[in-house]
C-alpha cells in the first residue's frame, strides 16, 4: 500500500467515526489517534480572528499541553505569531518550518519558536487554517516532536481538520 492511500485510508476512516460522534472529548480522542499515525501528540484548534472583534482567540477543541498554552497567552504570542499573521491570508494547511525556512518571521515569532521547541519540546507543526462564511478564521496546529511532513499528510490532515472543526462547531 502506497503512502498517499495508507492516509487516505485512515482520513476516511476518521471522518467516518466522526460522524457518531455527539461530544467535543469524543472528537478529541479520535483526532489525536489520527495525528500520532504521522508523528505529532497534540493538537489545537482557537478561532483567532471574528469580525468585529478582530484578533481575540477562543478555544474551540485540543489537546494541547495546558504548559505551553498559558506560556503563549502570557507571552501574548498570537500577536506577533507568524503561523497566525499567516493563517489569517492563506487558505493551505502550512508546516511551521516552512515559516522558519522562508524567513518569513519576525523576532517575536522567532523567539516563540525556539521557547516551543527548546523549553517544551515542540518541534515542528502543521496549521490549517479555516476560514469560514462570516468571515471568521480558525487555525488548527497540529504539533509534534518528529512529525512526518509531506504533502499527503498535509493535505490528509488538512481536511481531517476541516472535518473536525465543523464538527466540533
Known amino acids: 500500500m502506497s503512502a498517499q492511500?495508507?492516509?487516505e485510508q485512515l482520513v476516511l476512516e476518521?471522518?467516518?467515526?466522526?460522524?457518531?460522534?455527539?461530544?467535543?472529548e469524543g472528537l478529541n480522542r479520535l483526532f489525536l489517534n489520527l495525528v500520532q499515525n504521522f508523528g505529532y501528540s497534540q493538537f489545537r484548534c482557537g478561532q483567532v480572528f471574528r469580525p468585529g472583534?478582530?484578533?481575540?482567540p477562543r478555544m474551540i477543541f485540543g489537546t494541547l499541553e495546558d504548559d505551553w498554552s498559558n506560556h503563549?497567552?502570557?507571552?501574548e504570542y498570537v500577536f506577533a505569531d507568524s503561523t497566525v499573521q499567516h493563517g489569517?491570508?492563506?487558505k493551505y494547511p502550512f508546516f511551521w518550518s516552512e515559516q522558519i525556512e522562508r524567513e518569513r518571521i519576525n523576532k517575536v515569532s522567532k523567539r516563540m519558536f525556539d521557547e516551543a521547541a527548546h523549553d517544551f519540546g515542540l518541534l515542528d507543526g502543521l496549521v490549517v487554517p479555516i476560514h469560514q462564511d462570516d468571515k471568521s478564521v480558525s487555525l488548527v496546529s497540529i504539533i509534534?516532536?518528529?512529525?512526518?511532513?509531506?504533502?499527503?499528510?498535509?493535505?490528509g490532515l488538512g481536511l481531517a481538520a476541516v472535518y473536525m472543526h465543523n464538527r466540533a462547531l
Do not use: H
Not at 53 to 56: R, S, T
Not at 72 to 75: A, M, S
Open 5 to 7: 492511500s495508507e492516509i
Open 14 to 24: 476518521f471522518i467516518s467515526q466522526v460522524d457518531g460522534q455527539d461530544n467535543v
Open 53 to 56: 472583534l478582530g484578533l481575540e
Open 72 to 75: 503563549y497567552r502570557d507571552q
Open 88 to 90: 489569517l491570508i492563506s
Open 144 to 155: 509534534g516532536e518528529n512529525p512526518i511532513k509531506s504533502d499527503e499528510v498535509r493535505r
